[in-house]
């Protein structure tokens, strides 16, 4: 036997009822798991040291510590996510934590409990990595504590992205700038603002091309958002879009300074623009609305579904009139 | 009033009494023709004294105000002058005799006889005209004049007078000249250094938006991190705060707690004495190694 199995036998004993022990040793057997939980992670047996973690957090509870309950429930959700636990285990180690933290009064510990969580799901789930993300997020707006959040709505946004989930990334990026205006954070709110209409904008097929627009309109309604560089770059990205012009985006991406300084992943994302089918969008070359509503944009949106049937029906309607000039 | 101007206007003075010396500078002349002479050159001289108190007067700075009358006077006198120059030139065929001398000659009226004049006096008499035309054109009236064909004088920068015409309408002005317009060589040359310039400028200032645009990307992040960490270290004082006089509250019951199980004398006693069986241990340890 190992000395962690003997440790935690030990520990069991003392908290075992009996005959002789009327009630459980908890502050006996507390040390006893804590070290049987360290032998078992430094020999790398992750599954049991987890199992001692919780054992050590249990005892911490009832000797009514739950900070230090808390902490090692973190430990042990660590260490699960390694040796194979169901991603809804170790997500409600991470959760059971942060109600802990609560407990304790320390809510700033909690939301960072879950974050941790949810970076630690990252590589594993990232729907549940996510859920852990926004709802360290909700922890920290009910903190007040804004500013705590943004390092999380980063992640998560990052996770989305990589996910290719970009109507969420998006979504969330408006979150974070409402979190940044909170906070007073201007210029990560107009980064936040065209950072999402770049995440609508690199759905495939254009179909987040009227939310964009639409993004872009409510935003310019925002007095941080109004007079900024990002707004000027937006609409011109907007107006390229709405002018079907390829090279008129991608030279605004390239030549505009504003992109280069928002997030990695955005930068990338917006590298890869325009996305979409690029034959539809230059057989369909629409006429430049100066309105940006919705209504004009979903008919165009509409009409470069349909431009690959007919365009061909353009072409020789075009030829007609060349020659009735001709004539 | 300085040495300078002493000087000139002794000079002025002297001048403008010359008349009244008694050692005339010359002998009155005798004749018609010199008489004439004579008196046009005395009228060229005091031109010319007009003309330098003009001079004076503007030299020494400003305005000179009594330019205006004396260059009227001057001018007038001229005109005059230029007017007289023909009678000279009448006078300057006939010879006329002496009338004689004044004081010695009081019986009789001296006859003139009008000889014939030599070719050479004549001559002589022609180019001593010519002179003095030279002499009245050269006094100066503060007119800028048009000397056609003769020699420039420069002024004080060394530029010549330059001819000034305000004329539209001749036919070789400039602007209705259509090859005015057109690019010659050295334009087009020109004009594509100016261009190059420009471009590299465009460039630089490219360059120089580029890097203020960072700094001030930089700087705004800065500005929102900063504003974050004081949050934290507001935080972290007050905790620090409370932490602080925890611990003076726990110091001060300590203190209390170890003078009610000893006193400060006892205390003093045990340190030593543990320090002097210290020191013995220490010693015994020595002499054992």
């Excluded at chain 1, 097929?205 to 109004?226: H, I, M, R, S």
């Excluded at chain 2, 046009?40 to 007009?50: P, R, V």
């Excluded at chain 2, 056609?148 to 209705?176: F, V, Y």
Aim: with cysteine; net charge negative.
């Amino acid at each position: 036997m190992s000395e962690g199995d003997k440790l935690m036998s030990k520990a069991e004993s003392k908290v075992t009822v009996s005959l002789f022990r009327w009630s459980p040793d908890w502050e006996a057997a507390l040390p006893l798991y804590e070290q049987a939980a360290q032998k078992y992670r430094i020999s790398g047996a992750k599954g049991k040291a987890a199992v001692a973690y919780e054992k050590a957090s249990f005892t911490q509870e009832k000797l009514g510590s739950p900070w230090h309950a808390a902490k090692h429930l973190e430990s042990a959700g660590m260490l699960a996510k390694e040796s194979g636990y169901t991603v809804a285990e170790v997500e409600s180690f991470f959760t059971r934590a942060c109600a802990l933290y609560l407990e304790a009064g320390r809510g700033q510990a909690g939301a960072d409990a879950l974050s941790r969580g949810g970076k630690t799901l990252e590589s594993v789930n990232s729907d549940a990595a996510y859920r852990l993300y926004m709802e360290a997020v909700e922890m920290y707006q009910n903190e007040g504590k804004d500013h705590f959040s943004l390092d999380s709505f980063r992640a998560a946004i990052n996770l989305l992205i990589r996910t290719e989930r970009f109507e969420d990334a998006a979504t969330t990026q408006l979150r974070f700038a409402e979190a940044c205006s909170r906070t007073g954070a201007k210029q990560s709110q107009c980064k936040a603002y065209l950072s999402a209409m770049i995440a609508w904008l690199s759905e495939p097929d254009l179909k987040g091309l009227p939310e964009a627009t639409n993004c872009l309109q409510d935003c310019l309604a925002v007095d941080a958002f109004y007079g900024s560089v990002e707004a000027r770059a937006a609409a011109d990205l907007i107006e390229a879009y709405a002018r079907r012009d390829v090279e008129a985006i991608q030279k605004c991406i390239k030549d505009d300074n504003t992109f280069q300084h928002l997030d990695t992943s955005i930068l990338r994302l917006a590298r890869k623009l325009p996305t979409g089918d690029l034959g539809s969008l230059q057989q369909a070359p629409l006429p430049l609305s100066s309105d940006f509503g919705t209504s004009s944009l979903q008919h165009q949106s509409g009409a470069v579904g349909r431009g690959q049937q007919s365009s061909p029906a353009i072409e020789t309607t075009t030829d007609d009139i060349d020659e009735d000039n001709l004539c | 009033m300085d040495i300078y101007d002493i000087e000139t206007r002794i000079g002025t003075l002297v001048n403008k009494y010359k008349a009244y010396d008694d050692a005339p500078k010359k002998e009155r002349p005798l004749d018609a023709f010199e008489d004439l002479y004579f008196h046009m050159e005395g009228t060229i001289d005091s031109l010319h004294h007009k003309a330098e108190e003009v001079q004076l007067e503007r030299n020494r700075g400003g305005q000179a105000a009594n330019a205006p009358r004396l260059n009227a006077e001057i001018r007038r006198g001229k005109a005059q002058l230029l007017q007289d120059l023909p009678k000279l030139l009448k006078l300057a065929k006939k010879k006329g005799k002496s009338k004689g001398k004044p004081k010695t000659d009081d019986q009789g009226s001296s006859l003139r006889q009008s000889k014939g004049i030599d070719p050479q006096e004549l001559e002589e008499r022609h180019r001593r005209i010519a002179d003095l035309e030279a002499r009245i054109q050269e006094i100066p009236d503060g007119v800028l004049m048009s000397t056609n064909g003769d020699k420039k004088k420069s002024n004080i920068l060394g530029l010549n007078n330059i001819d000034i015409r305000i004329d539209a309408m001749t036919e070789a002005s400039t602007s209705r000249d259509p090859s005015y317009y057109e690019h010659t060589e050295e334009s087009r040359n020109f004009k594509n250094e100016f261009e190059m310039a420009k471009a590299r400028q465009d460039e630089s200032l490219d360059e120089i938006s580029k890097g203020v645009d960072t700094l001030r990307n930089l700087a705004g992040d800065m500005s929102e991190e900063i504003g974050k960490q004081e949050d934290l270290v507001s935080t972290m004082e007050q905790r620090m705060d409370t932490v602080n006089t925890e611990m003076r509250s726990v110091n001060a019951r300590l203190k209390q707690t170890l003078f009610s199980v000893r006193s400060s004398r006892d205390l003093c006693m045990d340190v030593t004495l543990i320090c002097i069986l210290l020191g013995i241990g220490a010693y015994i340890y020595n002499q054992l190694k």
